[in-house]
């Protein structure tokens, strides 16, 4: 009888320490019990809220879709820029490059027709050809995020049929480039609201100083 409730004690610990996550813990990396993947995430979140680089960049991000034509559109089962496409790219660049210190990501898109995963490289396609003709507009690819396509999976109109508003790329603001000096300083508004900045300091009064010079050079010949 002992012997049958030793050998029961022994399954009865077997089967907790194999299910208990106290005990396999014990015999695990300190932690692991409670990382999900996502143990920096919170420190990343808080140390960009605190220098300001999320809200900047959100404030960026909206300035750009205000200023500038963001989505470009294509032809059904097409990943060719047409002239509209282009005239808006070039209008996108010309915004980007007066930002070296930001990112960008291009998402692309697919109307419903056709199955996902046919899609889902189309949509990849489009943004391909849209970050390819960005670089040949003098943007450095480094500022161009890995693409992302979602396919069909995210319409602007619900519908099962063609619709050329659905067959399009977006381009959106993702952040700052790390390396960037400026960035290192923590002077997003100064990026941000550059103009601003620009419009507030003073003329520059060296011409009056050198009219000055001559002034006094000619009343010295005199």
Known sequence: MLRYLALGGVAFAASCSSSDPVHTQFYREAGVMYDHSGFGTATMNNMGLMTGEQ???????????????????????????DAGARDALREQARWILQFPEVRFRVYGHTDAVGSEAYNKRLGLRRAQAVVHFLTSQGISRSRLEAVVSFGETRPVIPTPNMDRRNRRTVTEVSGFVQSHPMVLDGKYAQIVYREYVTSAQAPSTLTNVENSRESIGRLGGN
């Not at 960049?57 to 097409?78: H, I, K, M, P």
């Open 55 to 81: 809200q900047y960049a959100f404030d960026l991000g909206q300035r750009f879709a205000s200023e500038v034509l963001t989505t470009v559109n294509f032809a059904f089962n097409s990943a060719t820029l």
